[in-house]
């Protein structure tokens, strides 16, 4: 699949803010401009950031770890691609940012903007007691605790106030000995499993 698309470093791109700024720990990603086919985009404060290229299909094309860069500058070559649509997705431990690529014959465009962007939930677990915390919330967010077995035992959409989850869960250790907290998002899932036993 590496072959498909032709991954370099750039020089100098004079880039395109997409108005995306992330907290002190997140990245911040700015597309650049389409230059005969290639996709130019730069990641500040890219840190442990995984980089993916999937289709429509959500088969993957091109994947790739930044694991300890503070800016780093990228191309990605499309010319090689099929017409249709293709997902850029950088991804941290704190967010995920998806921007879309639309490849038609011999055009390539990429929006300036993301059409997803999450801020990874956080959880704090303190024996039965779990919090569950999100920042930065735009649009709906479900959140559900249930069991291996598939007994739910909360499950609620709408739960951001102001931008912010702020969610406290006492989970009862005399039922299942093991729940798991799924928060679904713009199509994303983060699930997290507690055992309390």
Do not use: C, W
């Not at 130019?40 to 094309?61: C, I, P, Q, R, T």
């Not at 503070?70 to 431990?93: F, H, I």
């Amino acid at each position: 699949m590496k072959n498909f698309i032709k991954l370099s470093f750039l020089a100098a791109v004079t880039l395109i803010s997409a108005n995306v700024f992330g907290k002190d720990k997140g990245f911040s990603l700015y597309i650049g401009e389409v230059k005969e086919q290639t996709v130019h985009f730069e990641v500040a404060n890219a840190k442990n950031v995984s980089l993916y290229v999937y289709n429509s299909d959500k088969g993957e094309v091109y994947s790739e770890k930044i694991i300890n860069n503070d800016s780093v500058e990228k191309s990605y070559n499309m010319s090689s691609m099929a017409s249709g649509t293709y997902y850029l997705v950088a991804e941290s431990d704190s967010k995920i940012e998806k921007y879309k690529i639309t490849v038609n014959d011999k055009k390539v465009t990429v929006d300036q903007s993301p059409i997803s962007a999450i801020t990874k939930p956080e959880f704090t677990i303190n024996k039965n007691m779990v919090k569950l915390q999100m920042t930065d919330v735009v649009g709906d967010v479900r959140v559900s605790i249930y069991d291996t077995a598939n007994n739910t035992y909360y499950s609620k959409n709408n739960v951001a106030k102001d931008g912010n989850i702020d969610l406290s869960f006492d989970l009862n250790p005399e039922n299942p000995e093991t729940y798991i907290i799924n928060v679904e998002k713009d199509g994303d899932s983060f699930s997290r499993m507690i055992s309390l036993k």
